[in-house]
């Protein structure tokens, strides 16, 4: 049992996480930065304790700070939420080391699944199909041409230490190749200190249709059915969805055993998704883990009722799965809509502030995760995402109707924000007949440009 959890993070996955552990009567610790002492998870947890300034790398990356306050405040366990030091095997071992549980999976098999073209290797050894493309890592542009030529084009020249769409690239001749390759070496070299990577063949139309895993440590692993994010702006999602409107069950059986296959041929335990391409002939490839729990975990809690936190706690303190993949129903249907401080009319620039004034929806079926309220002032330095507004209902077609409602309710003051550009997204005749791919935004964006 766990009587204390450190959450080495902020904002609303900080809140949520902190809700969970006092429905768990777990005592919860806030870690917050200087510029954070206001904000509400600092506010909201049962501890709290600043331990540093405010850019990350002297706070939130800062590992020996993170580890120091737990240490000090003597809890069992940290909970990571996403971002910062939730995938970083260094933390974890150190974590280990002292004795203090990490919620989540170990750290060999965070490095076995973070680098990306070392996670192809193991999928196509276990037989998981992954995206044609390079077996091994590529360091060097002239050795990337010859096999991109051999390949065809286009190709996707991707960072085997990539996150969040950084260090990667479309490359559509093979004259372009060598200098798109260098530019997203020369990303991937300042975003993550690595420049090694892999060239996959480019998925045409493709959507991105992702399964939650549960696993526990005794070997028990599940799947909760799909995620389709396949609304994207520059390879970060903006609107996800459970079910996907374009996976039947048949489907559903049959991408969701691949994903537990995968799962497993990691060793896999704590909560994780497994993410697929699909393309418009329903084949689909592997393309990464995340071996965390995601910002769009919620449309999976509400198909499914199963509160993922709760298990992914459950899970690091040793227990067996809750349920069993028998057990395990998705009902109705949940979208989220990410909510983001910043100005779509202006480059999608951060748009710090204060908020003047705040309303959030309601109602049956209505979700908001968020750490904002009327006065809080929104620090520059973390990310963009302040709220997400997720709903519920029996099918797609009425999940759509509360979701206009909802979003048409939402009002945030003070800073710019991206709810009205989200409410022409799921407005758009393409996206209320489920019918979008990845390049959606691209083209949604043509047009309101036009
Ligand atoms: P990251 O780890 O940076 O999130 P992913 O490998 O998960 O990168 O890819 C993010 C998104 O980029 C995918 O959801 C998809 O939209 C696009 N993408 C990645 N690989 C390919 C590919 N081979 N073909 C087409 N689109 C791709």
């Not at 002492?37 to 540093?52: P, R, S």
């Not at 230490?161 to 300042?190: H, P, Q, V, Y």
């Not at 992914?312 to 809509?337: F, K, P, W």
């Amino acid at each position: 049992m766990f009587h204390k959890i450190l959450i080495a993070n902020r904002g609303e996955i900080a809140v949520r996480i902190i809700r969970a552990c006092r429905e768990m009567d777990i005592v919860s610790v806030a870690i917050c930065s200087e510029a954070d002492k206001d904000a509400l998870h600092a506010q909201l947890a049962d501890e709290t304790v600043c331990i540093g300034p405010a850019p990350s790398k002297d706070s939130y990356l800062d590992m020996n700070r993170v580890l120091g306050a737990a240490m000090a405040v003597g809890a069992d366990a940290i909970h990571p939420g996403f971002g910062f030091l939730s995938e970083n095997s260094k933390f974890v071992r150190m974590c280990e080391k002292a004795n203090i549980t990490f919620i989540g999976p170990s750290a060999d098999i965070i490095d076995k699944m973070g680098n990306k073209s070392e996670a192809r290797k193991t999928m196509m050894e276990a037989g998981v199909p992954v995206v044609p493309g390079t077996k091994d890592a590529v360091y060097d542009a002239a050795e990337g041409k010859t096999l991109a030529d051999d390949m065809g084009y286009p190709v996707m020249i991707k960072a085997s230490a990539g996150g969040g769409g950084k260090g990667m690239r479309i490359c559509f001749e093979s004259k372009d190749f060598e200098a798109t390759f260098e530019t997203a070496k020369l990303e991937a070299e300042n975003a993550f200190g690595d420049g090694t990577m892999y060239i996959e063949k480019y998925v045409q139309d493709p959507r991105h249709i992702e399964f939650q895993i549960l696993a526990d440590k005794q070997g028990h692993t599940i799947h909760l059915g799909e995620r389709d994010c396949s609304i994207q702006r520059r390879h970060q999602k903006l609107v996800e969805e459970s079910p996907s409107p374009v996976i039947t069950e048949e489907l559903r059986k049959k991408m969701g055993a691949v994903a537990v296959k995968a799962a497993k041929a990691a060793g896999y335990y704590s909560a994780g998704t497994i993410e697929f391409l699909k393309d418009k002939d329903d084949n689909f490839y592997f393309i990464e883990m995340n071996t965390r729990i995601q910002v769009e975990h919620p449309v999976t809690e509400w198909v499914t009722g199963i509160d993922l936190i709760r298990e992914q706690i459950r899970i690091a303190m040793g227990n067996d799965l809750t349920y069993s993949q028998d057990e395990v129903q998705v009902r109705g249907h949940a979208i989220e809509c990410r909510i983001n401080a910043e100005n779509t009319e202006r480059n999608f620039m951060p748009s710090p502030g204060v908020i003047t004034s705040v309303h959030f929806p309601g109602g049956k079926g209505v979700r908001i995760d968020s750490a904002i309220y009327a006065g809080y002032e929104i620090p520059p330095y973390y990310d963009s995402m302040i709220a997400k507004l997720i709903v519920y209902d029996k099918n797609r077609e009425l999940a759509l109707r509360k979701l206009k409602n909802a979003l048409g309710e939402v009002v945030i003051q003070g800073v710019a924000t991206n709810v009205d550009y989200q409410y022409d997204i799921i407005n758009h005749p393409d996206f209320v007949a489920g019918e979008f791919d990845t390049g959606f935004i691209e083209r949604f964006q043509e047009e309101r440009e036009r």
